[in-house]
């Protein structure tokens, strides 16, 4: 089994962002996270069998403002896991993708957002999320939405346009926003 669960945040406005800072999440997120599951798939397709759970985010589904080269690489990274299953699928390698949302972790206070209010507001307990990934790893699922109120916004996101969906996260993520 291989958890793949290297992740990056970078908040603020992406125009006053260092390059340095947003390729590092690109690093980090996509191309750690790539090179680490073909190395070990190479290996599982060796013996016939094995299981990747690989960490995407709901944050992937929605147009993050004030986070947008994080919630591209989390895009990304849900729909590499899906197309990586299917031509896997005969292989004995099964790979689910984790999509959690806000958890409570370091992540925002590395991520420069604590004063947003998704920085500030209670957060899913990390061993619920790695619960859910564990379960549908082992269930062989395609791809699981960690929580009821992440696969309530999961389903908004075929629901609502994108500028809307833009929209509410700029409330969210917007620096200053947990005092308003």
């Known amino acids: 089994m291989l958890f793949a669960n290297a992740g990056r945040g970078l908040g603020r406005d992406f125009l006053h962002q260092a390059f340095g800072e947003w390729q590092r999440v690109i690093d980090t997120n996509i191309t750690g996270t790539l090179r680490l599951v073909q190395v ?12 990747i759970l690989i960490t995407g985010s709901i944050a992937g589904l929605i147009p993050g403002t004030y986070q947008a080269v994080y919630s591209g690489t989390k895009a990304f990274l849900d729909s590499f896991s899906v197309a990586l299953r299917h031509e896997l699928k ?42 859910s990934g564990y379960s549908a790893l082992i269930d062989g699922d395609e791809k ?21 969906l833009a929209e509410m996260h700029t409330k969210q993520a917007s620096p200053g926003s947990a005092n308003h």
């Open 40 to 51: 070990i798939a190479q290996q599982m397709s060796a013996r016939g069998k094995g299981k």
């Open 144 to 164: 699981v939405v960690a929580g009821w109120k992440n696969k309530i916004q999961a389903f908004m996101t075929n629901v609502l346009p994108d500028s809307a």
């Open 90 to 131: 005969d292989s004995g390698i099964s790979i689910t993708c984790l999509m959690p949302g806000a958890t409570e972790t370091e992540f925002f206070r590395r991520a420069d957002m604590l004063d947003t209010k998704v920085g500030s507001m209670k957060k899913q307990a990390p061993a619920e999320v790695a619960q």
